[in-house]
């Protein structure tokens, strides 16, 4: 047996891009789908069908956007540049959180739970470009990984949701 501690998925929290506290808790009886973002990369366009997806499930999912600059530089700017273009280019309105690493030494917390299997008993998983998304059950369970490739309105995402 593991000695690992496993942390719950609503214990966690992150910082959003206005610097307040998001807490998973706060989302709880919803899906969750997490997404490593950035302004300048190929996937860029897919804010748009995630602000889609957003509104098309607002009763049962929150799309949680996190800034990452790992992957090509393809997210150089603060926090206030990344949300202004967000909301002007994509008029995105679900949340968005602080600029993280979610790899590496200095991986956020909630990608070390997202990517290890001893603490979201589903997978190890490799972030391994922008848009990679995670989705998280309506009760804290994650069900599925996706590379950058699928798209936010794709049928493996959306029939999880039905």
């Not at 919803?30 to 490593?36: E, G």
């Amino acid at each position: 047996m593991s000695s690992t501690y496993s942390q719950s998925f609503y214990q966690l929290s992150i910082q959003s891009i206005d610097n307040k506290e998001i807490k998973m808790f706060d989302y709880k009886d919803k899906y969750i789908l997490i997404v490593n973002v950035a302004s300048h990369c190929g996937y860029t366009s897919q804010y748009a069908d995630l602000q889609k997806l957003s509104e098309k499930y607002y009763d049962k999912l929150v799309v949680l956007a996190v800034p990452c600059n790992q992957f090509g530089a393809q997210e150089p700017g603060n926090e206030k540049q990344i949300k202004m273009f967000c909301e002007s280019k994509f008029n995105v309105s679900f949340p968005m959180t602080e600029k993280v690493n979610v790899k590496g030494k200095y991986q956020h917390p909630l990608y070390s739970w997202l990517t290890n299997k001893e603490q979201n008993k589903l997978g190890n998983f490799n972030v391994s470009w922008n848009f990679n998304k995670f989705l998280i059950s309506n009760n804290g369970q994650l069900i599925s990984y996706f590379k950058s490739g699928v798209n936010p309105l794709d049928n493996q995402i959306t029939d999880k949701l039905k």
